[in-house]
């Protein structure tokens, strides 16, 4: 995906951290290979791609260890969920969980989501999760930022009228920058209606250990949701 000079970025660092162990090593061989998208031909609709039949469909971009993404399974074994992440270590954690749990709502993509979210056909998701996502604080890797005027509009294209974008950060400066993105679209509108509507995680969020990490050093989240509208931009 282009940034907003029109240059293509990708929106992650290194790829690779800790060694795998054995067990997650073999994940990758073995499990991956069945619940990776195939992106290279034409997209078929969401929900045939889960074996039991699931009333929606759910993207998150970007899942980190997948705490997040498998309560969301767990919890909601009727819907089917897309996690999308570029770096090995967190789908290997993200595979030994599944393999665990036998959950059979999920797909990945391990990978830049952009790639996804590109290939995803229209008005396809019931929702869109970023949830904490690296909020590359210096000005100059802003450009990194997951969130931009170009992906704002590519989620749009994929969420249904009523679906919705959430965010949740620890970055003030970043939950602004997702807010002012957000505003300036026709395709969305907040929801929020009272401040605790920020301040306070939404129902039923799980929340992550990265989470756990910024209260206790002090840092509050923010936690915003996006409605997409029924009026299209005048781009869509």
Not at 62 to 67: A, V
Not at 162 to 182: C, K, M, Q, V
């Amino acid at each position: 995906m282009a940034d907003e000079t029109g240059r293509s970025r990708a929106f992650f660092g290194r790829r690779k951290g800790h060694p795998l162990r054995p067990q997650q090593a073999a994940l990758f061989n073995t499990l991956l290979p069945r619940l990776a998208l195939d992106l290279t031909g034409p997209p078929p609709a969401p929900a045939s791609l889960f074996p039991e039949p699931v009333d929606d469909v759910r993207l998150e971009i970007g899942f980190g260890g997948g705490e997040h993404l498998m309560t969301e399974a767990r919890t909601h074994p009727r819907t089917g969920f897309i996690g999308a992440e570029p770096f090995i270590n967190g789908m290997a954690k993200a595979l030994a969980a599944i393999a665990a749990g036998h959950l059979s709502n999920i797909r990945l993509h391990h990978g830049d989501a952009t790639e996804l979210v590109a290939w995803l056909p229209p008005a396809s998701l019931s929702r869109v999760d970023l949830i904490y996502p690296d909020p590359w604080p210096k000005r100059r890797h802003w450009k990194r930022r997951f969130v931009q005027d170009q992906s704002v509009a590519a989620i749009a294209r994929i969420l249904r009228p009523g679906g919705e974008f959430r965010f949740a950060s620890d970055i003030p400066d970043y939950a602004a920058w997702t807010l002012n993105h957000l505003i300036r679209s026709r395709d969305f509108a907040w929801t929020a209606e009272r401040a605790d509507d920020w301040r306070q995680a939404w129902p039923g969020f799980s929340g992550t250990r990265y989470e756990a990490k910024a209260k206790r050093e002090g840092r509050a989240p923010c936690y915003l949701i996006f409605r997409k509208t029924d009026d299209p931009s005048p781009e869509a």
